[in-house]
Structures are given as C-alpha cells and as structure tokens.
C-alpha cells in the first residue's frame, strides 16, 4: 500500500523559534497534500491544502504567515511553524493525495509531536 | 458547508460482541464519498472502510460494515466479533468535492475482556 513518511516523528523548541516538519510519499506522487493540527483526544482540524507547484490554501482562521507551507516536488511538502509559542504545541499530521487511481485515496503520515517550550 | 455529527464519546463493547458507531453528517451534494477511520494510541491513521454515496449497497470489509442510509444521512459503522486490537478512537468522515476529509469528533472505542 502507499506509504507516507514524515520527520521528525517528536521535536521540542523553544519559544520563539522556527520548526520544520516534512511530509513525503514515498511510492506514489502527491500533486496534493493535507496538513491536519490534532489536540488530545480531539478530532483533526484541516490546516491547509498544499499543492505541487503553487501556494497553499489555508482554511479559515489559519495564519498562512504562521505555518509556512512549501510543496516543491510531486513527493514533498513542508510544514513550518514561524516564531513558535507554546499555544502551537500540538499533534500535526500529513496526508497526500494519490492520483494515480479513481478514487483518488488520501494517505495518512504517523504525525509529528510538537512541543514548544 | 458540510458537518459530521459523532454522537457517541465513548462506548464499550465485550471482546467477541457486536459494537455500532453512530455517525450522522449534513450536505448538499448527491455525489460524495464517507469513511471510517481508526487511529490506535499509536495515532496513526488508518481506513477502515468507504462507502460512495452513489452505491446502494451497504460496503463490508471482514469484521467491518457499515449501514448506510442515504435520506437519512447517516452511516454507522458495525465491528463484529470484536477483539482487543479493535480499541482505539474511530473517526467518521466526509470528503467534499474538493477532496478535502471533514471529520466527525470520534469515538474511542474501549474493549473488555
């Protein structure tokens, strides 16, 4: 089945600082992926569509100048979280598009744990 | 817009019973897709069943099926002959004409030997 990947799995940083999460298919290519912010016991809340070659589109209420989202290859997108505050200590998970069959079938990465200091 | 409605928190359900998840949802489309997804404590997502709106006929996979009523919007999910590994939290979810999963609240499914 399609695998997707993302790194790191854990970080911690400090407040203030920038942090980078990459999200990447790794058997099939991904003209779209998904970035989902998920707190304790809550469901995931749709961030942002990342699309190869353009910009991102974010949902309502997200600051695009706060999580920067960069989708530079059929197979790669990032996530950075600008300035970090603890606020923005989350669980935040990737999935990617597969385009190659009908159903178009969203794969989920196992989620990166942040944690802001 | 498009909502889920996940009604059930929490249920509990005897290793080897029969468990349904409730899941309700608001569109107006005709044409669209609904999943169910677990995420175990690992929190990795996984699909666990779909369902295109446009088939009358209720999808199964093994021990998983789903009761799909389309008037009614609803489409709960039925876990036969459940086991220790069924435990997690279940999310019901929709996907809209632009591809994007909008999600229930979930249930987290507990299992009891």
């Known amino acids: 089945g399609a695998v997707v990947s993302q790194h790191p799995s854990r970080v911690i940083c400090k407040s203030g600082t920038s942090v980078k999460i990459e999200c990447r298919s790794l058997?099939?290519?991904?003209?779209?992926m998904f970035w989902y912010r998920q707190f304790p016991k809550q469901s995931l809340m749709l961030m942002a569509t990342?699309?190869?070659?353009?910009?991102?589109?974010?949902e309502q209420g997200v600051e695009k100048d706060k999580f920067l989202i960069n989708h530079a290859s059929l197979t790669l997108s990032t996530l950075t979280v600008t300035s970090a505050h603890p606020e923005d200590s989350s669980f935040y998970i990737c999935?990617?598009?597969?385009?190659?069959?009908?159903?178009?079938?969203?794969?989920f990465g196992p989620g990166t744990r942040l944690t802001v200091t | 817009a498009q909502t889920v409605t996940q009604s059930q928190p929490e249920m509990s359900v005897q290793e080897a019973e029969t468990v349904t998840l409730s899941c309700t949802y608001d569109t107006s489309e005709s044409d669209y897709y609904l999943f169910w997804y677990k995420q175990p404590p690992s929190r990795q997502m996984i699909l666990v069943i779909r369902q295109e709106a446009y088939k009358q006929q209720n999808a199964t996979e093994n021990r998983f099926s789903v009761n799909f009523q389309k008037a009614a919007k609803s489409f709960s999910l039925k876990i036969s002959d459940s086991q220790l590994g069924d435990a997690a939290m279940y999310f019901c979810?929709?996907?809209?004409?632009?591809?994007?999963?909008?999600f229930g609240a979930g249930t987290i499914l507990r299992v009891k030997s």
């Open positions: 999935s990617a598009r597969d385009h190659s069959g009908s159903l178009y079938e969203q794969y």
């Open positions: 058997d099939f290519q991904a003209t779209t």
């Open positions: 979810a929709y996907r809209t004409t632009s591809n994007k999963l909008v």
């Open positions: 990342s699309n190869e070659g353009s910009k991102a589109t974010y």
